[in-house]
């Protein structure tokens, strides 16, 4: 099996000059269309009955404007003068609720006309929490394309007197599982698939034995990211990041405790597959190596397009794939794949799209790194971005936000009505709260948001705060 995409490159990765995004009518026509299924439907997570009946009639109505002539649009969607200032003071008020803290940093951009409705700090930098796995998501799909698939595959190293090696090779695919019924979704590859496979190839040769090396050389650099906390890993947050890890890095799907070394496990559990195959391994335990690049593969299995992990990545916030996905950043554009060379690799990747670079310092895709600065300006441009008629590869973000009310996490965040027309990402660690997405109001005004307060002591009240702050958008 060969990967049809090729290896990461720069083929997709498009520098322009750094310039604000701008959301004109054009958005409006074609974005808010797209908006009629992923505001309230999704891609496979919500069906039409699935959501509030009256919401979702009231939006589809609304949003069947945008293909009205602009004027059309603009007055049945956009709000006017004196909505507009009315809306803007209530935001003021929310986003200054004490339990948010001292600082506080938003941006309210009307969809359809580009304007800015409310803006606090929009250009200050905040720790972003998860939130940073927009920017991660918008980078990787920039540069490789929602169709991209990642392959894990095993190679052919020496073939002597009855005895073959092998190697099992990481091509970084941050949904491979261990087994078909521990996969995260029904479109992963397993090591238990590729065990079969590799089994057949194997019996081909004639062998009696194999001997089993794994390579995951294709990340380098500390697997352990310098500015995470030292207790992530041993309390489950996240795994060591590598190029070869099976259900997340953990020592068992479904379960929080991660292995120390994710891609030996990983060849360990390979191993047994293979004997569940009649072929016997050599050795007990498997060996690093370097496989090189020209080895004969034997098998090869290929990860979910990309546009389906960023989905996964937005709706659940996993850690260990948006890590990964930051990696293949900096693979994209040349660069050795450790998390420093990812962090600038993103900026490098957001800039040409337009995204003002300033007050950006990222440290790791995921957001866990307290290090992290992010603007609510480079959030809502980013989301811009997404909705932009001119870069539908970047649409899937936009797809992949929890649903308020109903899918990922925000199902049980939808307050005063808001369930169903609020869209967004969130983002917590210790005294810093944020969400940014989407809100369609029923009158079919659509809102591009982002709010982050990085000094808040009461996560539930300073959550709740940020859900009335989105749901006043659609009241």
Do not use: C
């Not at 000059?17 to 505001?39: F, N, Y």
């Not at 190293?157 to 996969?183: C, F, K, N, R, Y």
């Not at 650099?221 to 070869?244: E, K, Q, R």
């Not at 496989?291 to 090869?300: Q, V, W």
């Amino acid at each position: 099996m060969s990967n049809e995409n090729g290896p990461p490159g720069r083929a997709r990765f498009r520098r322009a000059k750094p310039r604000r995004v701008k959301l004109w009518v054009a958005v409006s026509v074609a974005a808010t269309a797209v908006l009629v299924s992923a505001v309230l439907v999704g891609t496979g997570q919500l069906t039409p009955t699935d959501g509030p009946p009256k919401a979702s009639q009231q939006l589809d109505k609304a949003l069947a404007a945008s293909w009205e002539p602009a004027e059309a649009v603009l007055a049945a969607a956009g709000p006017d003068a004196d909505t507009g200032a009315d809306l803007s003071n209530r935001l003021a008020s929310l986003a200054g609720a004490s339990e948010l803290g001292g600082n506080v940093g938003a941006v309210v951009i009307d969809l359809g006309s580009g304007a800015t409705i409310y803006e606090s700090n929009a250009t200050d930098a905040f720790v972003p929490a998860s939130t940073m796995k927009i920017l991660t998501s918008v980078a990787v799909l920039d540069v490789l394309g929602p169709d991209h698939r990642f392959e894990t595959k095993t190679v052919l190293v020496d073939d002597d007197a009855g005895e073959v090696t092998i190697a099992l090779v990481g091509g970084g695919d941050p949904m491979l599982a261990s087994t078909d019924d521990g996969a995260v979704s029904a479109a992963s590859a397993s090591l238990e698939g590729l065990a079969a496979a590799t089994a057949e190839a194997v019996a081909e040769t004639g062998a009696e034995s194999v001997r089993l090396t794994f390579d995951d050389s294709l990340f380098t650099g500390p697997a352990i990211d310098p500015d995470w906390l030292p207790t992530y890993v041993p309390n489950g947050v996240v795994a060591p990041v590598s190029a070869l890890a099976a259900d997340g890095g953990r020592i068992r799907a479904g379960f929080r405790d991660r292995a120390d070394d994710p891609a030996l496990s990983a060849a360990e559990l390979f191993a047994g597959f293979l004997a569940d195959h009649d072929v016997p391994v050599a050795d007990a335990s498997p060996e690093r190596t370097d496989a090189g690049a020209d080895l004969p593969e034997l098998a090869a299995v290929a990860s979910p397009p990309l546009s389906a992990i960023v989905e996964h990545v937005m709706r659940t916030s996993d850690n260990d794939a948006a890590e990964v996905l930051g990696r293949h950043v900096a693979l994209g554009l040349g660069r050795p794949a450790t998390s420093n060379e990812a962090g600038e690799a993103t900026v490098e990747v957001l800039a040409g799209l337009g995204i003002e670079p300033g007050g950006l310092d990222i440290r790791d895709g995921s957001g866990l790194a307290r290090g992290n600065a992010a603007t609510a300006a480079a959030l809502t441009s980013a989301l811009g971005r997404a909705a932009d008629p001119d870069h539908p590869d970047l649409r899937t973000v936009l797809a992949g936000l929890p649903v308020a009310g109903f899918t990922g996490t925000l199902a049980e965040r939808a307050p005063d009505g808001s369930a169903g027309y609020v869209r967004a990402k969130t983002g917590t660690l210790t005294g810093v709260h944020s969400l940014a997405g989407l809100a369609v109001a029923p009158d079919g005004a659509a809102y591009i948001f982002a709010i982050l307060a990085d000094d808040a002591d009461d996560a539930l009240a300073a959550r709740a705060a940020l859900d009335r702050f989105a749901a006043a958008l659609v009241s």
